[in-house]
């Protein structure tokens, strides 16, 4: 009885997560480390109502394996439905901001969902390839290689070669006066973080990301969205997608080689990565390819930023934290070729989650599409800036509100001097930055 109750519980979490994901994807704003931190602050709540709902399946397993399961399977379904909004609102997360330039190209031309179907390939195709790298992965990062140790006394170096080289990507046409726009913005950004994040505040770790990302990311998105009118988006054509080339595979090699990268290395978000993964070869990849990258950045992010997490216990996103924090008996990935049981039931659960939620992407990019040149923004943008103020008050209080306040007039200085809004990681980079500084 225990094995088919555990499967039960498998699938009922996993489909719980998709849920969340496809809200969480669909509502500008929001992110799945909005969903991790909120899990945490409510840990009890939602131990006892999944002791109700699967009371064999928690007797015998644990709480803390499904609470990671439904995570991880709410990442899965965001990181392909977060590009609905970042195409037809134009109200992206860090992760997909990049993806405003591309997929508003698309858009343009009639070609909306065809932008998201494109991403969600890179999704689906991402996350087959990390699913092949974990070994590969696992030997680089610990033994026999070990890179993970000896690239650590270049961490610190390295953070500011990431900084140094956002701002050279502002300097396309050899425009100095964007580069210096940018360095205001990261300057802002990194003392926003420095007081937030090593400064005295009542708020956990696990929380205090919540207000400080929806203030930089969330609410100036909703802002900009409220000031949208119906009838702003041209007619769409809803096209069959061709089938998979040689181009969307390398593409995807290339987006999860850069969200394997954001899986281990310090304050590196998949915003950045693709950032840099792209300032050669960006000019000579067009729209459609840069979409693809992207989705395959985004799922292989969330998949092996839990993945390092059993190879050098080290967390590198929300989610992964929540999991350090709901599995505390994570143990090492010793036998290189043999995955740990738990990561092996996360890895199936991400792996279900993304073949539901992609062809649900895709539907719903469509039915968006069809009725996207005559729907009003403003209504979406105001009935999900009200949730997430809402959330932030039940979740971190009047400081959390506070916090999510002055980072919401620091996130909307990129957009006022018109330079990408990837320069606001800074305001996790530079604390990080200190913080090795500080141990050097």
């Not at 062809?359 to 039915?367: D, S, Y």
Request: glycine share 10%.
């Amino acid at each position: 009885m225990l094995l088919p109750a555990f499967l039960l519980g498998f699938v009922l979490v996993v489909m719980l997560g998709v849920f969340t994901g496809i809200v969480t994807g669909l509502s500008p704003g929001l992110h799945v480390n909005n969903v991790a931190a909120f899990v945490l602050a409510t840990e009890p709540a939602w131990a006892a109502f999944l002791a109700s709902i699967l009371p064999e399946a928690t007797a015998a397993s644990g709480v803390g394996i499904f609470l990671a399961l439904y995570l991880l399977a709410t990442a899965a379904a965001h990181a392909v439905f977060d590009f609905i909004p970042s195409v037809f609102l134009g109200a992206p997360s860090e992760d997909t901001a990049l993806a405003v330039l591309p997929g508003h190209r698309l858009l343009r031309v009639g070609q909306g969902a065809k932008a998201v179907a494109l991403a969600a390939r890179g999704v689906v195709l991402g996350t087959a390839f990390a699913v092949l790298a974990l070994i590969p992965l696992r030997a680089v990062l610990s033994d026999p290689i070990g890179l993970a140790d000896r690239f650590r006394p270049w961490s610190a170096l390295f953070l500011a070669f990431v900084l140094g080289a956002l701002l050279v990507s502002e300097s396309r046409g050899g425009k100095a006066r964007r580069v210096w726009r940018a360095a205001w913005v990261q300057a802002l950004a990194g003392a926003l973080g420095v007081a937030t994040l090593r400064g005295p505040t009542p708020l956990d770790a696990g929380v205090i990301l919540f207000p400080l990302f929806s203030g930089l990311f969330g609410i100036p998105s909703l802002l900009i969205g409220l000031r949208a009118g119906p009838g702003t988006i041209p007619l769409q054509r809803l096209e069959p997608l061709r089938a998979i080339n040689r181009t969307d595979v390398r593409s995807s090699i290339r987006g999860t080689l850069a969200g394997a990268s954001v899986s281990w290395l310090p304050g590196l978000s998949g915003g950045a990565a693709a950032t840099l993964a792209s300032l050669r070869v960006r000019k000579s990849t067009g729209p459609s390819q840069f979409m693809v990258v992207l989705g395959a950045v985004s799922s292989s992010t969330a998949l092996l930023s839990v993945a390092v997490l059993y190879m050098i216990h080290r967390s590198r996103s929300g989610a992964a934290v929540a999991v350090d924090w709901l599995l505390p008996e994570v143990g090492s990935w010793t036998e290189p070729l043999r995955v740990p049981a738990s990561l092996a039931v996360l890895i199936l659960g991400t792996v279900l989650a993304t073949a539901v939620a992609a062809p649900l992407a895709v539907r719903t990019a469509r039915w968006v599409a069809s009725r996207s040149s005559t729907a009003d923004p403003r209504r979406v943008c105001g009935a999900s800036l009200v949730a997430l103020v809402a959330l932030l008050a039940v979740v971190s209080g009047p400081v959390g509100l506070t916090i999510a306040s002055l980072a919401a007039v620091v996130g909307l200085v990129p957009i006022s001097l018109r330079v990408r809004r990837v320069h606001l990681m800074a305001s996790l980079l530079v604390p990080v930055l200190i913080g090795y500084l500080a141990t050097a």
